[in-house]
Nanobody
Framework: QVQLIESGGGLVQAGDSLRLSCAAS????????LGWFRQAPGKEREFVAT????????YYADCVKGRFTISRDNAKNTAYLQRNNLNPEDTAVYYC??????????????????WGQGTQVTVSS
């Protein structure tokens, strides 16, 4: 059974840092690119960051570039999203997702096969 389980969400203040984790099981984690997306109330799910299966390349949405860092540990079947200098606009449900790594950078939700259930992050001003 494929599972992606996010953790690390919560209520923080503007300027704080927070790391999200995504624990995977049920598939060959090291063969999949991982992505993080987020969805704020009333808005569409949007791309945040993605990392290739080896971890050698990462890509970010412009709105988080320089503040967020995506990483992975294939030995632990876990991906991470380190988020610094959070602001209220970062408030959303954050999802991790996995897609078979064919070498292309996937920034759209429909390009991902497996999804976690999401974790809420609320940033107060």
């Amino acid at each position: 059974q494929v599972q992606l389980i996010e953790s690390g969400g919560g209520l923080v203040q503007a300027g704080d840092s927070l790391r999200l984790s995504c624990a995977a099981s049920g598939f060959t984690f090291s063969m999949y690119a991982l992505g993080w997306f987020r969805q704020a109330p009333g808005k569409e799910r949007e791309f945040v960051a993605t990392i290739t299966r080896s971890g050698s390349r990462t890509y970010y949405a412009d709105c988080v570039k320089g503040r967020f860092t995506i990483s992975r540990d294939n030995a632990k079947n876990t991906a991470y999203l380190q988020r610094n200098n959070l602001n209220p606009e970062d408030t959303a449900v954050y999802y991790c997702a996995a897609t078979w790594d064919r070498g292309a950078v996937v920034r759209v939700p429909m390009g991902y096969t497996y999804w976690g259930q999401g974790t809420q992050v609320t940033v107060s001003s």
